[in-house]
């Protein structure tokens, strides 16, 4: 229990605004939040950002980082004496090697895109829509009628679990209870995936409307929109996006915007995680049932929806869910694919939902060097060999191939990729990012990554022998989509090419 007054939802603002945890603060923050300093320590070493102020310069370990020579890149900032360590993912795989100074301006990204064509809903080249026609034409037909629109268009979650979106809408209006909110996922966070930084940048007003949308259609009061804390000028732009929005009398005065930023921790992707984090806690996913429709920020019914997800409903409303539907080669709609690692044009990728792997490659200026293997959304998502590079890139043909196309970060793998070396970044970044909160997780992902490192030692398939077990047990047993998957890029991995394991095929 919390002291009488103490205030928990402000304890990550106020570490933010002191410059993260030094000797000092949690005394400092207790002071202002009314939680005890111990408690205020707890939760700031959960998060990277605020856990080492000063260690300087993050460089990206993620895989597509490794590619791209993020060892070198390190040992240039330690040779020059600049203060650095590594990150598990910075969100800018696009131009890998990256690195982040959080003391300095973020520098802007350049990413290729797919050109500008009005018939794409969110059209990355082209100009953002301000005209906010789409919040007034719900105004005008009704909550029963963007419903039905949005069960017509078959969008389905974009952050990675591919929820239909209507399903999550009609349950919080079902609820009696009437103190609802909505809540934007922009934390980004899974290696190879960068869609939604893109989104935010160069369609800001896009999703500020959809968010519109959503707390009119669910007579929510207040917008959260949690944004990774890499992501700075994504927010800026979001923020400028919404007082331009209310100069101009397209929102509603009594809706409430709250920006907040995240400080550093994957697992806050997950959306009871991140509510935890709202919650001023540390980010460690709750038990479901009760899902957040039912219960979620402050025990009450709570949309959570992706970046790229909401920011589709302007066109879904202005066009049609039909229209929009009719867009997805095999599954509704248009998909924003991340394409990184060995090609030659990385980048955003807007494309029929279902495009195939090959025509992905070509959108993507072919591959750097041979095709040998692609993870396709996401550390996640485990490897493919090149031979299934005419696989159909949604949800149900990924799932079929016992992967999954996840948030739809690719990452592309050419002959010069030892599978193993693989499989290893993968598997530190899991054991790296686990909250710790369940022991198939926390130890599932030290024993994958232990295994990996026996066997990089002489290469005896000995050490592989419990495996099996081990991935299953995790697969089974973890609370969260982390700890069920984190196992996949090994086991993935073993299945399409057994001879760099020493297996047989
Ligand atoms: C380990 C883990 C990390 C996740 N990271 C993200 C993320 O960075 N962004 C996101 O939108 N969803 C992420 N998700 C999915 C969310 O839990 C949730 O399904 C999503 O925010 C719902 O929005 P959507 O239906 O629009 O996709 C993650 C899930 C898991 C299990
Ligand atoms: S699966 Fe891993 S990340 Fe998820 S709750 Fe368990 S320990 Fe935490």
Redesign the pocket.
Known sequence: MLPKGASREAVLPLLDDLGGLRPGTSDEVRQRSGVPAADVYGVGTFYSLLREPEAGVRVCQGLSCQLHGCEDLKADLDAAGVANTWASCLGRCDVAPASWDPDAEEPPVTTHLSPDDPDLPLNLSGRDAESYDALRRVRREGPEWLLGELETSGL????????P?HI?WRAIRNQEETERYVVL??????PG?FK?REVMLRRPHLVIEGLAIAAEVLEARDVYLYT?GEFRRAVHAMERAVEEAKTRGDLDDELRWHFVEGHGA?????????LESLEGKRGM?RMKPPFPVEKGFRGKPTL???????ANMTAIVLRGGQWWKDLGATQPGTKLYCMSGHVNKPGVYEAPMGTSMAELLELAGGVDGTLKAFSPGGA?SGYLPASKVDVTMDFKSLQEEGCMLG?AGVVVLNETVDMVEAALHQAIFFEY?SCGQCSPCRIGTQIVRQTLERYLENRDPAALSHLDEVSWGMEQASI???G??ASWPLTSAIKYFPGEFGRSA
């Open positions: 389905s979650g974009r952050g990675g679990a591919g929820f979106a999550k996922n922009a934390d980004e966070g899974e995936t939604d990774r994957y697992i806050c992707g997950e959306e009871t995680a991140l996913p959570i929806q992706n970046v790229e997800t909401i996640s948030s990012e969260c989509g982390l069920q998957a």
